[in-house]
């Protein structure tokens, strides 16, 4: 599909902004947005191989949840986080398939930015509270989100690299 990458984008920003504005309310909206995706993506198979980064995903988010780094309503993780995660998670099949063209430093770089922002964002909006500062909050998200980017990166490209070969021996 010719504009699936802007779909995909719109998928994930709504997905976001349900997730930090209804945090208890909204799963079910996300659920019926990764129901979309995935009737819509001309990459089914690929989507779903990329799911794993969403376990990653919140795992860390409930370790940061464990030490009272993020503090939720009732200390679980949301299932509107978990879905964001999902939804998050087969970006890189689409709108954030350039990140495999670029440089490793980038991408830490692209991580140590972009991640704090988004859970800094959702702090803001009151999705969720800390016992940081926010110099520590954005320290510790940066140094997460640095390294967190680049290793879903690489499994981004481990898994097209593992299923395209499969794909190559098949037609020997």
Not at 111 to 123: D, F, N, R, W
Request: glycine residues 4%.
């Amino acid at each position: 599909m010719k504009y699936f990458n802007i779909i995909n984008l719109s998928i994930y920003q709504i997905s976001w902004f349900i997730a930090a504005l209804y945090p208890g309310k909204g799963a079910l909206f996300i659920a019926a947005l990764i129901v979309i995706h995935f009737i819509m993506s001309p990459s089914k198979l690929d989507d779903f191989r990329l799911l794993n980064i969403a376990v990653i995903g919140c795992v860390v988010d409930c370790l940061m949840i464990y030490f009272n780094v993020i503090i939720t309503s009732n200390n679980e993780l949301p299932s509107t986080l978990m879905l964001l995660w999902c939804v998050f998670a087969v970006t890189f099949n689409h709108c954030l398939h350039w990140l495999s063209a670029i440089n490793v430093k980038y991408i830490s770089l692209i991580g140590l930015v972009l991640g704090p922002a988004s859970y800094y964002g959702a702090l803001n909006l009151n999705t969720f509270e800390t016992t940081l500062t926010d110099f520590q909050f954005i320290s510790l998200y940066g140094f997460i989100w640095a390294l967190l980017l680049p290793i879903f990166v690489k499994y981004y490209i481990a898994l097209k690299v593992l299923f395209n070969h499969d794909n190559e021996a098949q037609k020997l």
